[in-house]
Every structure is written in structure tokens, then in C-alpha cells.
T-cell receptor, first 119, second 108 residues
């Protein structure tokens, strides 16, 4: 069973930085692309970023490009999202997801971590 | 960033068929996926590659995708199907994964 445990969320001031993590288990982490998806309170899902299985290719939504950085450590089965220059509109639950091939969808195996950007 | 267009809400009576649409330019040329999200829970994939069901998803869930519109159909809708539904597809023009705005399905 795919298990994804997000952590590292919390309250951060505007302009600050935060790194969230996702510990994976139940599958061979190094074989799969991974993504971050967020959901602002009472709003819909928003794709944030994705990374290839090796980490060699990364992709970002326009709303976070230049501020966020996705990375992974395949030796630790862990996915990261470094978030800089945080804004109030970045407030959301951040989910990590195991990606299939393009078009095959994603598996959200965790409950997410809440990031609140507020002074 | 943009989103695919979904109706904000759809209502259906128990046992009837619910259809939720997702529209966007040339969406039929891309693979569409659908997710179900119940209140307080993480999203669950219910349709991938336009019309395939993951293991464990009931047969009453089906999908299609053609032209500019993808459609999720729930036949014989049950009370347990009440949830928010999101479509998703890769936009190759921007190299971004894009979600629809979401549709709240109410089973009356």
C-alpha cells in the first residue's frame, strides 16, 4: 500500500521560507515521478510542481516558478519542496503524490501538511 | 496558470446518472484523469487515461474524452458518491499539469 507522510508545515510570515517533506513507503520510490499539489482553504486543487524519477527534470506552475524548488533524495525515499518568498496566497494544505505515466494520474497517499502564511 | 472549466455543482437523485463535464481547448487530444475528494479527505483517482478505472473503483464510474470536453459519468449514483470531483490533464503548451475548478456532486 502506498503511504506518503507529509510534514514540515506551519505558520510562517510573508516573505519567509519553509521546507516541507514527504516520506514515501510501500513502493519503489526511485522508480516514480512525484508531484506536489496544494489546496487553499475551501478552494480547489492546484498543481504546484513535479519531478522525474531521477530528479533530473523538474516542472513548476507559473504561480510558484522562481520561488519554489522541488527535489528528492532517492536514498531516503523522501520528496521535498523548498518554498521561498512566501505570500498569503500560498496558504494551503500541501499534498505529495506518486505519479504514473503521463495521463495515468496520481496517488495521494497522505493527509497533507498545512502551510499558513500570515503575519 | 489556468484551469479546465467544470460546472461548480451538479445534483442527482439516488439511482440516477450523473454527468460532470470538463472543458478546454483541444482537451480531447490529451489524456484526462478524474479525482474524487470527500470532505476532509485526500483526493482519490477514479478515472485515468480518459476512461480507465483503477483497481477498487466501482464499475458505475466511467469516462470519455473528445473534442474539447471530457466527461465523468456515474451510473446508478449512490449517496456515498457525494463529493467534489476534479478533472486533470497535462497542458503541453505550458508544461504544466492543470486541474479543473472542481464540481460538487450532491445526491438529493
Amino acid at each position: 500500500e502506498v503511504q506518503l507522510l507529509e510534514s514540515g508545515g506551519g505558520l510562517i510570515q510573508p516573505g519567509g521560507s519553509l521546507r516541507v517533506s514527504c516520506a514515501a513507503s510501500g513502493f519503489t520510490f526511485s522508480n516514480y515521478a512525484m508531484s506536489w499539489v496544494r489546496q487553499a482553504p475551501g478552494k480547489g486543487l492546484e498543481w504546484v510542481s513535479a519531478i522525474s524519477s531521477s530528479g533530473g527534470r523538474t516542472y513548476y506552475a507559473g504561480s510558484v516558478k522562481g520561488r519554489f524548488a522541488i527535489s528528492r533524495d532517492n536514498s531516503r525515499d523522501t520528496l521535498y519542496l523548498q518554498m521561498n518568498s512566501l505570500r498569503a496566497e500560498d496558504t494551503a494544505v500541501y499534498y505529495c503524490a506518486k505519479d504514473g505515466a503521463l495521463g495515468s494520474g496520481s496517488n495521494f497517499g497522505g493527509q497533507g501538511t498545512l502551510v499558513t502564511v500570515s503575519s | 496558470s489556468h484551469e479546465w472549466t467544470q460546472p461548480p455543482s451538479v445534483s442527482v437523485s439516488p439511482g440516477q446518472t450523473a454527468s460532470i463535464t470538463c472543458s478546454g481547448d483541444k482537451l480531447g487530444d490529451k489524456y484526462a484523469c478524474w479525482y474524487q475528494q470527500k470532505s476532509g479527505q485526500s483526493p482519490v483517482l477514479v478515472i485515468y487515461e480518459d476512461n480507465k478505472r483503477p483497481s477498487g473503483i466501482p464499475e458505475r464510474f466511467s469516462g470519455s474524452n473528445s473534442g474539447n470536453t471530457a466527461t465523468l459519468t456515474i451510473s446508478g449514483t449512490q449517496a456515498m458518491d457525494e463529493a467534489d470531483y476534479y478533472c486533470q490533464a497535462w497542458d503541453s503548451s505550458t508544461a504544466e499539469m492543470v486541474f479543473g475548478g472542481g464540481t460538487r456532486l450532491t445526491v438529493l
